[in-house]
Structures are given as C-alpha cells and as structure tokens.
C-alpha cells in the first residue's frame, strides 16, 4: 500500500511540474516576398503589365554591355567604362521604380473617389459586384481598365472571389488590396455596415493623401538634393571623358581605386539621404 501510494504521489507532482513546461504553439511565419514578385509589382505599378521581370533583367544587361563597350571602344579606360555600364545596367530597374512611385502617388489621390463610387452604388441598390463593375464606367480613367478586366471576368465565371484575387494582382497596389479584401470579408459576412465601412475607408484615404502630400512636399528638396550631390561629380567624369588624355590617369591601379572609393561612398551617402529625406512606401501586406 506504502508503494502504491509513493507511486501516486510522485506521479502527481510530476504532473505538477510538466505543467510548468507548456510548448508555445507554432506560429506560422509570415511568407517572405521574392525579389521577382517585387519586380513585378513594380511593373504593374508602372503601367508595364506585360513585361515581365525576366524582360527587365535582360534590359539591364544589355544597357550594360552596350553602354560598356561604346565607353571602352571611345576612350580605351576600363574602369570608366565599367562605371557608366553599371549605371546603364541600373537605369532600366531606377527607371520603373521611379515610375511605380509616381503612380503610386497619383493613384493614392484617385482611391478616395473610387470607393466613394462604390458606395454610391451600394446605396443604389446595386449588387457588390456590380458596384465594382461600374467603376469601368464611372470610376478615374487611371483605374478604369483594371475594373474593366474584372467586370469581364464576373460576367465569364460568375466566382466573385476568384475575380478579386485576379483584381488584386491586376492592381498590384497596398490601397487597393485593402480594399478588395475589405469587400470581401463584407460579401463573406454580410450585414448592413457595408457603407458605413467604405465611408471610413474614403475618409482614411483621403487624410492619408493628404498628409503624405505635405510631408513630401517638405522632404522632396532633400531627396533632390541628395540626386544632385550623387550626379555631380560623374557628371564631371562624363565630360573628362571627352578627352582621353584627361583620363588616362584612371587605367591605372590607383585611379580605379579611386573611382571605387567614389563609387562607394557616393552610394552610401546617397542611400543615407534618401533614408532620411523619403517617406515609407506601403507595403503590399495583404497580396
């Protein structure tokens, strides 16, 4: 009986003491975005849907070699040559980054109307598919073809889900992911707060833009500082280049060597000041 009851007893306090030791539950990590999806998005973004990221690469490339060879045929210095085709081989990818940015702002004034739209429609009486379907007609012409495609789509399948999600990759944009997923938890869920919900998303939008607005307006001078600073001393280089014998000095060790120290510091400054002077983009959190 001694035993049986020893028994029990260590039993209970080592449940006791595994009590103490409960495994955190596994929590999914959230999927990291791949350099080709952000490529794309940037496309899109651009207005540059149909090329891919694989087509903007192989620009790149190109502007490298060609931009390479012509400087290297035109004043026999490789490591000039090698700096203007690296900045050649970038132009492309800073060129549709600078595009995408700009868009992004222009439509970040639209969206405030688009959803006004919507919810106009909505208290029409018209469906929630249909509300969407209208801005094809109604909606800013910047946004029109997308909900062109996406009326297409609903009247083909009739799957209200499946033409969002092909919605959002046509939009590839954070406000407009926030909108379609707000649209679809409300077509998921129901109930009359569907106007409610796309007045506060209008209102937040348009405070948003506002404010992103004045910031910029601010901040902008730093960034274009900061450009000027960066460009200034290549454009020299790009005139010495006119004259080969002014440059020959750079086919030497120490004139590479000096022509990677500008390089690099150059790039390190110019990303410190583009930190300090640009505002955070929204990310596509809800792709």
């Given at each position: ?240 280049a006119t004259r080969p014998e002014s440059i020959r000095a750079y086919g030497t060790t120490t004139g590479a060597l000096v022509l990677l120290a500008g390089a690099v510091i150059s790039l390190f400054a110019y990303r410190v000041m583009v930190h300090i002077g640009r505002l955070p983009e929204d990310e596509r959190v809800?792709?």
């Amino acid at each position: 009986m001694g035993v049986v009851v020893g028994l029990l007893l260590g039993c209970g306090v080592f449940c006791i003491w595994w009590s103490f030791w409960v495994p955190t539950p596994a929590v999914d990590k959230a999927r990291r975005v791949t350099m080709t999806e952000r490529l794309r998005d940037q496309l899109v973004q651009a207005g540059y849907e149909s090329m891919g990221p694989r087509s903007l690469m192989v620009a790149c490339v190109l502007a490298f070699v060609i931009v390479g060879l012509t400087i290297l045929a035109t004043t026999g210095v490789a490591p000039v040559a090698l700096c203007f085709a690296v900045m050649a081989g970038y132009a492309p990818l800073a060129l549709v980054r600078g595009r995408a940015r700009r868009r992004r702002a222009s439509l970040r004034e639209l969206w405030p109307d688009a959803v006004d739209n919507i919810a106009s429609g909505v208290r029409a009486g018209l469906a929630l598919p249909e509300a969407l379907a209208q801005l094809s007609r109604r909606g800013p012409p910047e946004l029109r073809p997308a909900f062109q495609a996406f009326a297409e789509d609903y009247r083909t399948t009739g799957r209200f889900q499946e033409c969002l999600d092909r919605l959002k990759e046509r939009l590839s944009d954070p406000v407009g992911d926030r909108l379609v997923e707000s649209l679809r938890i409300a077509r998921e869920v129901g109930g009359s707060d569907l106007g409610r919900l796309l007045r506060t998303l209008s209102t937040f939008l348009r405070e948003d833009a506002r404010t992103r607005s004045e910031l910029e307006t601010r901040q902008g001078w730093t960034v274009n500082a900061a450009r000027l600073a960066v460009a200034a001393p290549w454009a020299v280089l790009a005139m010495l280049a006119t004259r080969p014998e002014s440059i020959r000095a750079y086919g030497t060790t120490t004139g590479a060597l000096v022509l990677l120290a500008g390089a690099v510091i150059s790039l390190f400054a110019y990303r410190v000041m583009v930190h300090i002077g640009r505002l955070p983009e929204d990310e596509r959190v809800l792709r």
